[in-house]
């Protein structure tokens, strides 16, 4: 079965580190950029960042909101993808997941598999 | 950033019905537009992509139209399950962004 597993969710304080894991199956991991997203409590989809496959060597790009303090990393090997969270704000507060970029005729990027999420609390 | 616009919030309709949401974005995406259904408490699930093709397992209620700045989501015919909060998403340039939601409710 094809699934994304997210975990690594904690209730964190402010400016505090977390690493958020997402574990593959099913599929081979390599060949897909990965995204991950975030949703507030009772708000919409917010894109996190994203890095792609190993044919692109990895590359990642980030939303501003959290540009400089978070990192994406990929280890092919395990087929797992990482979300490291630097310098956590409330704001961050959400549920994060974790979804496979898949393609149609070259140029139409789309989510076609996401995992279950895992939620990151930051509070005192 | 390229901002999309979905109406309406919130809409409540009987089984059986037809049902439209609209997105709108601040710039032309062509055709970049995907549509994702979330139920509460579950992760989205693609619906559409490429504005207007189904996704493999979809129902066939369900169709995307449109290019440029505006494009709709139709289910044809309502049916219970489907009750839940539908985002469009435009995937023409980073950072990818969603509409705000439509939420589904059925009366």
């Known amino acids: 079965e094809v699934q994304l597993v997210e975990s690594g969710g904690d209730l964190i304080q402010p400016g505090r580190s977390l690493r958020l894991s997402c574990t593959a199956s099913?599929?081979?991991?390599?060949?897909?950029?990965l995204n991950w997203f975030r949703q507030a409590p009772g708000k919409g989809l917010e894109w996190v960042g994203v890095i792609r496959g190993k044919a692109y060597g990895g590359a990642t790009e980030y939303a501003a909101s959290v540009k400089g303090r978070f990192t994406i990393s990929r280890d092919d090997s395990k087929s797992i993808a990482y979300l490291q969270m630097n310098s956590l704000k409330t704001e961050d507060t959400a549920v994060y997941y974790c979804?496979?970029?898949?393609?149609?005729?070259?140029?139409?990027?789309?989510?076609?598999?996401w995992g279950k999420g895992t939620t990151v609390t930051v509070s005192s | 950033d390229i901002q999309m616009t979905q109406s309406p919030p919130s809409l409540s309709t009987s089984v059986g019905d037809r049902v439209t949401i609209t997105c709108r974005a601040s710039?032309?995406?062509?055709?970049?537009l995907n549509w994702y259904q979330q139920k509460p408490g579950k992760a989205p699930d693609l619906l559409i992509y490429g504005a207007s093709n189904l996704q493999s397992g979809v129902p066939s209620r369900f169709s995307g139209s449109g290019s440029g700045t505006d494009f709709t989501l139709t289910i044809s015919s309502l049916q219970p399950e489907d009750s839940a909060t539908y985002y469009c998403?435009?995937?023409?340039?980073?950072?990818?962004?969603f509409g705000g939601g439509t939420k589904v409710e059925i009366k």
């Open positions: 979804a496979r970029r898949n393609v149609w005729n070259y140029f139409y990027y789309y989510m076609d598999i």
């Open positions: 998403q435009q995937s023409s340039s980073k950072p990818l962004t």
């Open positions: 710039q032309s995406i062509r055709t970049y």
């Open positions: 099913g599929f081979t991991f390599g060949d897909y950029a």
